[in-house]
């Protein structure tokens, strides 16, 4: 079942972005939306990319396989453009 988790998660995750860029074009501020679409973005790809690591054993370290460069570049995700963390904190804050 772990690959039928792993899609749930990537279609959640493209939801949550679908809704903060319709958010976006309607004008309105995306603050919040845009943070939760971009924290569960960036660790739900670190987390399926860790998983496709997993299922491909030691395969998945090896370089010539896709899924060593997607388990490097989904970790770059939770720094560029605002940390977890700060994402955690615009969360907070749009809900106090």
């Given at each position: ?36 679409a ?30 060593e ?28």
């Open positions: 079942f772990k690959l039928a988790d792993m899609y749930v998660k990537i279609t959640a995750a493209k939801l949550l972005v679908m809704k903060a860029a319709c958010e976006k074009d309607e004008g309105k501020d995306i603050a919040h939306s845009g943070s939760m971009k924290l569960y973005a960036s660790e739900t790809a670190l987390e399926v990319a860790n998983e496709a690591v997993q299922i491909h054993g030691g395969n998945g370290y090896v370089a010539e396989y896709h899924v460069r997607m388990m490097r570049d989904s970790k770059i995700t939770q720094i560029y453009e605002g940390t977890s963390e700060i994402q955690r904190i615009v969360i907070s804050r749009g809900l106090v």
